[in-house]
């Protein structure tokens, strides 16, 4: 969102809640000088900003906001089958996709449309239709806030999993992401293994030899008809993560609810959120302000007005109602900021 508001400290046109909260002040970080050059900014509660599309402020964030504005890409490598690109991490990420598409570099189609930049993609590894950022990246280049110190990760060092990474844990609010770099494939396969985007491009493109673009394509419009537009809705997303629980637990639940969706994953078994959250009555609920968008449990929506504490509380009725009826835990997908 651009800003819109001659409030200087105001966070309100920064994120995609659009909730009307302050920080102490906001400073736009064009170059990596920026976040260097006035130590006294770096004095108490920090916090980076790429678009805002992942945070709630419960409150007046009591810090200074960086903006991420950093811009640029560079080709490091590349030969007949590969590409390694140097992305910085302002760079939009939807924009970033459909550059890489236009070039016919594969590995990134399917998670187009998502808000953001390229920066924030590693901090929660983004991931839609059976991709997630985790399976392109090669390497996070950042900087210590506090110490102006440049370090650069390999993936394997970022704890990467699922919706998350160090930089969610142990470096929270410590570093601030400069570029990633991203490793693309030419003449790629097409394998849309992910039936939805499979389907709908079968739909769009009927009888043709499907390309990257087809996918992208496909992905765009699935999204565009599911997801609400943040600058209708405020939301800022999937609101919850989607729980893994034990074998054992997934035994016991599905027992009393035979028809209950589940997936098994690496480290026990895989719960769509949605489906909790809908069989506990959630689907349509709202206050006058805040409420589950209708085509999506998942996500919580500012009608209008809402203030963060009271999206806040809306999502915390929402974790006790499937803590009580399921036994299971929801864990927030987006970063709440007190
Ligand atoms: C409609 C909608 C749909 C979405 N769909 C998806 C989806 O399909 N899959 C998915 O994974 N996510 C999805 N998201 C969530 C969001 O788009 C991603 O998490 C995105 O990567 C956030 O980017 P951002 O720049 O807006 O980050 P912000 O919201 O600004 O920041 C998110 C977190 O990352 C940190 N951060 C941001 N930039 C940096 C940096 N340069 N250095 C260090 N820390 C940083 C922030 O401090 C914060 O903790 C969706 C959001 C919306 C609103």
């Known amino acids: 969102m651009t800003p819109q508001n001659s409030d200087t400290r105001s966070l309100m046109y920064l994120h995609t809640f659009g909730v009307a909260v302050k920080a102490k002040n906001i400073i736009p970080v064009f170059r990596q000088k920026n976040l260097t050059e ?22 007046d964030f009591a810090g200074n906001v960086f903006v991420n504005k950093l811009k640029g890409k560079t080709i490091l490598a590349e030969n007949e089958n590969e590409v390694l690109l ?22 990134i189609e399917n998670l187009a449309l998502i808000p953001g930049t390229a920066g924030a993609a590693p901090v929660q590894n983004i991931g839609a239709y059976g991709t997630e950022v985790a399976d392109v990246l090669e390497f996070v280049e950042a900087v210590d806030i506090a110490s102006g110190e440049k370090i650069i990760w390999q993936k394997k060092d970022l704890g990467l999993g699922y919706r998350q990474s160090n930089f969610k844990t142990i470096w929270k609010n410590r570093y601030f992401i400069t570029a990633i770099g991203i490793k693309l494939y030419k003449n790629a396969e097409i394998q849309p293994n992910y039936p939805m985007v499979r389907e709908t491009m079968e739909k769009m493109f009927p009888q043709q030899k499907h ?7 496909a992905v765009c419009a699935i999204r565009s008809a599911k997801l609400p537009d943040v600058k209708k809705w405020g939301n800022a997303g999937s609101f919850f993560k989607n729980p893994v629980i034990s074998l054992a637990d997934a035994h016991t639940l599905q027992a009393n609810f035979p028809q209950m969706p589940h997936f098994s994953v690496e480290n026990g078994v895989k719960i769509p959120a949605a489906w909790l959250i809908e069989q506990c009555g959630w689907k349509n609920k709202a206050t006058d302000k805040v409420g589950v968008y ?45």
Not at 86 to 106: D, I, M, P, T, Y
Not at 304 to 311: F, N
Not at 322 to 327: D, K, M, W
Request: with cysteine; proline share 2%.
């Open 294 to 338: 209708p085509n999506q449990a998942l996500i919580i929506v500012n009608k209008g007005g809402a203030t963060g504490a009271e999206i806040w509380d809306f999502a915390q009725q929402i974790i006790a109602s499937v803590q009580e009826n399921f036994g299971v835990g929801l864990e927030p997908e987006v970063q709440i900021v007190f």
């Open 86 to 107: 140097k992305v910085a991490s302002g760079e939009n990420w939807h924009r970033l996709v459909r550059f890489c598409v236009q070039k016919k570099w594969g590995g």
């Open 211 to 217: 390309d990257l673009t087809h996918v992208f394509e």
């Open 38 to 59: 006035n130590k006294h900014l770096l004095e108490g509660n920090f916090l980076v900003l790429g678009q805002g599309s992942n945070v709630l402020f419960v409150n």
